[in-house]
Nanobody, 121 residues
């Protein structure tokens, strides 16, 4: 079992940047595929980015070219670097994990508690 804790959210102006972190504990982090999801008020939770245990990445079209997912297996942490932020990026961002990559994209077995990102002037 893996435990996930997100940090790094906050208020940022349009065009600004934030880096989210997700610290994992309780299991062998390196074997897990990881993902970042987000949920805006009134919307369904959507997949933003994923990274496999070997470091291959994938992004939703809405964030491609602006966001970068990465992982540091020595620190048991996955990151989401968010650049050129827009108001529509405002949401609660969740870290997710699953030993199976296809499952982290659909129904991850483990979730963090979420961190709020607000993009506003």
């Amino acid at each position: 079992q893996i435990h996930l804790v997100e940090s790094g959210g906050g208020l940022v102006q349009p065009g600004g940047s934030l880096r989210l972190s997700c610290a994992a504990s309780g299991s062998i982090f390196s074997i897990y595929a990881m993902g970042w999801y987000r949920q805006a008020p009134g919307n369904q939770r959507e997949l933003v980015a994923t990274i496999t245990s070997s470091g291959s990445t994938n992004y939703s079209e809405s964030v491609k070219g602006r966001f970068t997912i990465s992982r540091d297996n020595d620190k048991n942490t996955v990151y989401l670097q968010m650049n050129r932020l827009k108001s529509e990026d405002t949401a609660v961002y969740y870290c997710a994990a699953d030993p199976i990559y296809s499952t982290v994209k659909t129904a991850p077995g483990y979730w963090g508690q979420g961190t709020q990102v607000t993009v506003s002037s």
